[in-house]
């Protein structure tokens, strides 16, 4: 089946722009989750969602963050007034809530955003 | 909140030799450690996870060690291929994974033909 899509997967924004990155995870998983990683780095957590409720973003750098996903499906990320070093590969990845413990994140291939 | 540690955050091994991939972590609460590898520009993968209850699994030439008293974990790569090289990730997280998990720096492992 698919997996985790986003959408673009490059994304040039001046500084000051505003960014809207999307998210599609798996159908029917209902956990969703946004990394950002820098270059030559891990992945760093910034929000995790269960269904449509964002039960933790005390990964979130700034106020400029926020995440968002009303439908319980897909989420987007939002990055007000854009700064160099927000420039990183965003990565989403989802997971179903399974009783038997499998609780694998599946990831997306990553937006690359850079603010110039 | 966790910290995970990872090292080497370079390896080159000959082909057909073994690579091993060790991390800690600071937080005894954690209870899930999966191993994604990540090629470049690429998504990262799951190759291997081990929950806290199990010391060792294996998958056919990856296995994954937990001594949950140290807080360490290890990967273990044998009969490496250049197919194999890569960045290879451990992490960390509560809840048997479904909850944040929390990333080493990475190793990049290359194969040498």
């Known amino acids: 089946g698919a997996g985790v899509s986003q959408s673009p997967r490059y994304k040039v924004a001046k500084r000051g722009q505003d960014v809207a990155l999307r998210c599609d995870p798996i159908s029917g998983h209902v956990s969703l989750f946004w990394y950002q990683q820098a270059l030559g780095q891990g992945p760093e957590f910034l929000t995790y969602?269960?269904?449509?409720?964002?039960?933790?973003k005390s990964g979130l750098p700034s106020d400029r963050f926020f995440a968002e996903r009303p439908e319980g499906s897909v989420s987007t990320l939002k990055i007000q007034r854009t700064q160099q070093e927000d420039s990183a590969v965003y990565l989403c990845a989802s997971s179903p809530l399974s009783v038997d413990g499998s609780y694998e994140q599946y990831f997306g291939p990553g937006t690359r955003l850079t603010v110039t | 909140g966790e910290n995970v540690e990872q090292h080497p955050s370079t390896l080159s091994v000959q082909e057909g030799d073994s690579a091993v991939i060790k991390c800690t972590y600071s937080?005894?609460?954690?209870?899930?450690f999966p191993w994604y590898k990540q090629e470049l520009g690429k998504r990262p993968q799951l190759i291997i996870d081990i929950r806290s209850n199990v010391g060792e699994k294996k998958d056919q030439r990856i296995a994954v060690t937990l001594n949950k008293t140290a807080k360490h974990f290890s990967l273990h790569i044998t009969e490496t291929q250049p197919e194999d090289s890569a960045v290879y990730f451990c992490?960390?997280?509560?809840?048997?994974?479904?909850?944040?998990?929390?990333f080493g720096t990475g190793t990049r492992l290359t194969i040498i033909p």
């Open positions: 937080d005894s609460a954690s209870n899930y």
């Open positions: 992490a960390a997280s509560e809840n048997f994974g479904n909850e944040k998990l929390t």
């Open positions: 969602f269960q269904n449509e409720a964002q039960l933790d």
